[in-house]
């Protein structure tokens, strides 16, 4: 799986940030200091940089203008949520840029965007006898495949791209059904019974008393 350095200064936000990563498979290393980011990328070569804006030693953006992190993608993370601070991160070459304070679900997914645009991501899972291809919509159980519906699959890939994660039902909507859903909740549930039939994970989908469900997944 990609490994993602995080450049932040603040060790809370760091190791909480590296927990999330660690849960869904990524390998996270942690640096709390621009000059040592710099320092470090002369001995390793991360697949993504997660990079505070304001840090000590050399701030983001600086490093940004000295081209530190040529073709590793960038993600800023940052409280700084001026238009004005956005434009000028993605003008410097930043891939992404997310404003503090954020939900682990929303990082995730611009990693998983920005990693599979550079090609760096797993794109296929592996659970017992049933095997996701993600990028070709596909799933097999025991090497025969699966019909699911586009919203199954959708829900699917959330469940994956956010494994050991638990969600609640209405962040499951969000992500899946889109922001503009004003559907029952209930829909969930009955989305989530088809895929734990359909792809034998009864025991991979775990209901989340009074929340909503999380697939573990063994990384």
């Not at 699917?156 to 859903?181: F, H, I, M």
Request: aromatic share 6%; charged share 30%; hydrophobic share 40%.
């Amino acid at each position: 799986m990609a490994k993602i350095l995080i450049v932040e200064d603040d060790q809370a936000i760091s190791d909480l940030i590296s927990m999330n990563l660690k849960l869904v498979g990524y390998e996270p290393i942690q640096i709390y200091d621009g000059k040592e980011a710099k320092s470090a990328l002369e001995s390793f070569r991360p697949d993504l940089i997660l990079l505070d804006v304001m840090i000590l030693g050399i701030d983001g953006f600086t490093l940004l203008e000295q081209k530190t992190f040529t073709d590793i993608p960038v993600i800023l993370v940052t409280a700084k949520n001026m238009v004005s601070d956005k434009v000028n991160g993605l003008k410097l070459g930043a891939d992404d840029y997310i404003v503090k304070p954020f939900e682990a679900v929303e990082l995730l997914a611009r990693i998983e965007a920005v990693l599979r645009r550079t090609r760096k991501t797993e794109r296929t899972f592996t659970i017992q006898d049933t095997v996701i291809y993600l990028e070709e919509r596909i799933a097999t159980v025991k090497g025969e495949p699966v019909d699911l519906t586009n919203r199954e699959f959708d829900l699917l890939t959330v469940l994956l791209t956010n494994c050991n994660l638990a969600l609640s039902r209405e962040k499951l909507l969000e992500l899946a059904w889109g922001y503009d859903y004003h559907g029952d909740t209930r829909t969930v549930d009955v989305h989530i019974t088809k895929l734990r039939k359909k792809l034998h994970l009864e025991n991979a989908i775990k209901t989340i008393y009074k929340l909503g469900y999380r697939l573990e997944l063994k990384k």
